[in-house]
């Protein structure tokens, strides 16, 4: 049993609160969840793009349809969770039942055709129709494992202070989903072993990258049905419901909650570093060959250590980020230490292309320029982790205050707005991506001629294209995300729900349903 810090007298109040084997088991199901979403954002864009060379407009293309299609899909899904009735309660079912059909799913979406294997129209479309259809099935399936993910925290506990506790080791356990990513690295390291076998590159990197695709979610779906396995719901449910039609009405009307949900969408672009920061990796670093780790015979220790200093700063900063707020948020406020990220953590995002073009394009001919872009990305990654955090904690908070008004919690359809919010950020960063990929003709066939290049030995990434192509990357995990952190803290200037008053609020909760079981 966890102890109140609020202002009630610890007797007052008795908390109904998970176990740290329940956590344990949520926070694995977690962890593999997230395995699942970052093979997908991360390595996905950069399979369809650099290895079966999809067009760069028709991959942003896809990204954005799926996303619109969210903007109703997971509300919708909301509402149906919060009308679940079931001997386990309203999320656990789904946590259930769902990881396998979203494990194979994901492996689908890498199973399609290579674009520049076929010159007929009708193939091109079939495979790009394939890319969207599996995708946009991907997007579907995943909110229904998502939502109740999520939402089942402000059910496990109705102590404000365990269920930030479980935010926040959430939060930080779905950044070390982040091996995920390691698919974009893995198929690539794997694929010699197919070049050996006779196959040509393109058909060797392909191959690779399906079996780790497998090999990844395979292993992610394991570790997602935990989740289901563990958790028990305590929080009373009301017996009122509302229609999807009331539902859609109350996210709109539930003020606090309109203003996350605006300020999470403005801030879309910061997907951007998941979605071009592997690629990015890949291609700047190692030309797209992991094996020029190695050259003449010797490890490129210093590139190496570069890599390191970079990767401690992005994810020191994420991980530091996620873990201390939740602490700061009982000196400064929840509302103050949003707003503050928001607009601080602009700054460091726009010095990313600063240094860069400082480094006149080249970052590893010194070492400080080095150091100066891990400084840039600890600081941003700390906000962006920052806010991570307080998004999930304030919607959680605006969920008791539903509860408060209108007597109904609607866990499903607020936790739906946080999906929501993830899934168009990637659209609208895809978007963007496309765009910019477009403009300096970073697509299909110039991609395919610019590995054979690399491959070759006849230039270095960052000289591709007169350097275009890698200045487009860093401005695309620089530039966009600077101005969306600064637009997302405008809707939450004016936000209402204070810690104070939050507090007050679920103490009242705690109170009606205690009167409510003895009746």
């Not at 084997?21 to 369809?48: D, F, S």
């Not at 656990?92 to 979406?109: A, D, E, N, Q, S």
């Not at 946009?136 to 925290?153: A, F, K, N, Q």
């Not at 404000?160 to 939060?171: G, V």
């Amino acid at each position: 049993m966890s102890k109140n810090s609020n202002s009630v007298p610890s007797n007052a109040i008795k908390h109904n609160t998970y176990g740290g084997k329940e956590l344990t088991g949520y926070l694995v199901g977690l962890a593999g969840q997230n395995i699942i979403y970052n093979i997908i954002a991360g390595g996905l864009q950069y399979y369809w793009q650099s290895i079966i060379f999809l067009p760069a407009m028709a991959i942003s293309t896809i990204f954005f349809i799926a996303r619109v299609w969210d903007a109703i899909n997971d509300p919708m899904m909301g509402s149906i969770v919060d009308h679940t009735r079931s001997k386990w309660g309203k999320c656990k079912p789904y946590l259930m039942f769902v990881p396998i059909p979203i494990g194979i799913i994901t492996i689908l979406t890498f199973c399609n055709g290579t674009y520049t294997d076929y010159s007929s129209t009708g193939m091109h479309v079939l495979i790009i129709a394939w890319a969207a259809i599996s995708y946009i099935l991907w997007g579907m399936t995943y909110t229904v494992g998502d939502i109740p993910l999520w939402g089942v925290t402000s059910l496990m506990t109705d102590d404000e202070n365990d269920r930030a506790k479980a935010l926040s080791l959430a939060r930080i356990v779905a950044n070390a989903g982040a091996i995920g990513m390691l698919i974009t690295f893995a198929g690539k390291a794997l694929s010699p072993m197919f070049q050996n076998k006779g196959m040509d590159i393109i058909h060797a990197d392909k191959t690779s990258y399906i079996i780790i695709a497998v090999i990844l979610t395979v292993f992610a779906t394991i570790l997602f049905q935990f989740a289901g396995f563990s958790v028990k719901e305590r929080v009373q449910q009301s017996e009122k419901k509302y229609t999807m039609k009331e539902n859609f009405k109350i996210m709109v009307s539930n003020d606090p909650f309109r203003r996350l949900l605006i300020s999470g969408i403005l801030r879309s672009p910061i997907q951007l570093l998941s979605i071009v920061g592997l690629s990015l990796v890949m291609y700047y670093f190692f030309d797209n060959n992991l094996a020029n780790l190695v050259v003449d015979g010797k490890l490129q220790i210093v590139k190496i250590v570069q890599l390191l200093v970079m990767a401690i700063g992005l994810l020191g900063g994420m991980i530091i980020g996620t873990a201390v707020t939740p602490k700061l948020t009982g000196k400064f406020g929840k509302k103050q230490l949003y707003n503050f990220y928001s607009i601080a953590g602009a700054l460091p995002y726009f010095l990313i292309f600063v240094v860069y073009k400082l480094a006149d394009g080249n970052l590893m001919k010194n070492m400080a320029y080095v150091i100066l872009m891990a400084v840039m990305m600890f600081a941003s990654s700390w906000a962006m982790g920052s806010i991570n955090i307080l998004q999930s904690i304030m919607i959680a908070d605006c969920v008791d205050y539903e509860e408060y008004k209108n007597g109904v919690r609607t866990d499903g359809v607020f936790f739906s707005g946080q999906s929501f919010i993830t899934k168009l950020s990637m659209g609208v960063s895809s978007l963007i991506s496309g765009f910019i990929y477009s403009a300096v003709h970073y697509t299909d066939k110039y991609i395919e001629v610019l590995n054979t290049n690399l491959a070759e030995g006849k230039y270095h990434f960052f000289e591709a294209n007169d350097g275009k192509y890698a200045m487009a990357m860093f401005l695309l995990i620089s530039v966009p995300p600077a101005i969306g952190m600064l637009l997302s803290a405008i809707p939450t200037i004016k936000y209402s729900l204070t810690d104070k008053e939050h507090t007050r609020i679920l103490n009242e909760l705690i109170e009606r349903r205690a009167k409510k079981s003895e009746d």
